[in-house]
């Protein structure tokens, strides 16, 4: 029943600008910490930033503090991953995922659901 359905990937320039969007349904999204995560091609699946289910609390990896934005839309079920001054070494397939029991995890084996994945990439 649960259901992540990811949008807005596709190819950027470096210095460049997307928004990925997930819509969930089948769940109390709002009780829900949503997640992103990436994985390219080779290396693991990278924690990439969560926002908690009320969105008062945010946190991202170093690697994209200052450049990604996560937010959500309660009344839309929606979360985002505004993603500004792309880098070559961004370029991956992004996951959202959710995690409740009021966890904050940075650990995907602790997401209870799954998206897709969308893929990402950024030219030089």
């Known amino acids: 029943q649960v259901q992540l359905v990811e949008a807005g990937g596709g190819l950027a320039q470096a210095g460049g600008s997307l928004r990925l969007s997930c819509v969930a349904s089948g769940l109390p999204f709002s009780i829900y910490t949503m997640g992103w995560f990436r994985q390219a091609p080779g290396k693991e699946r990278e924690f990439v930033g969560y926002?908690?289910?009320?969105?008062?609390?945010?946190y991202y990896a170093d690697s994209v503090k200052g450049r990604f934005t996560i937010s959500r839309d309660n009344a839309k079920n929606t979360v985002y991953l505004q993603m500004n001054s792309l880098k070559p070494e961004d370029t991956a397939v992004y996951h959202c995922?959710?995690?409740?029991?009021?966890?904050?995890?940075?650990?995907?084996?602790?997401?209870?659901?799954w998206g897709q994945g969308t893929q990402v990439t950024v030219s030089s």
């Open positions: 995922a959710a995690v409740g029991r009021n966890r904050r995890s940075t650990v995907p084996e602790e997401y209870d659901y």
């Open positions: 926002i908690s289910g009320s969105g008062a609390s945010t």
